[in-house]
């Protein structure tokens, strides 16, 4: 059974951290491109972070840049996004993507909530 989920989520303070896990069952996530995206209430799901499969290379949105780290262990099968410096404007459930596009493969987890506030 192929699945990818998510944890790490919950209530944190303005300035808080917290550090999301997304881990596979069912396929290799090293040979995936992985996303992490989000999705505030009334708002549309935006990718926030990604690395790639090949060269681990790392992409990050603007909002997001200098706070959050994406990182990939291979020996367990997961990726971390590490969020420091979180603010009310984080929160948002969380989503990871596992993709390959080369043999059609796009896996979703089922979400973890962010919530940061006082």
């Known amino acids: 059974h192929l699945q990818l989920a998510e944890s790490g989520g919950g209530l944190v303070q303005p300035g808080g951290s917290l550090r999301l896990s997304c881990a596979a069952s069912?396929?290799?996530?090293?040979?995936?491109?992985i996303g992490w995206f989000r999705q505030a209430p009334g708002k549309e799901r935006e990718g926030v972070s990604c690395?790639?499969?090949?060269?681990?290379?790392?992409n990050y949105i603007d909002s997001v840049k200098g706070r959050f780290t994406i990182s990939r262990d291979n020996a367990k099968n997961t990726v971390y996004l590490q969020m420091n410096s979180l603010n009310p404007e984080d929160t948002a459930v969380y989503y990871c993507n596992a993709r390959r596009l080369l043999v059609g493969h796009d896996y979703w987890g089922q979400g973890t909530q962010v919530t940061v506030s006082l």
């Open positions: 069912g396929f290799t996530l090293s040979y995936y491109a």
């Open positions: 690395i790639s499969s090949r060269n681990g290379s790392t």
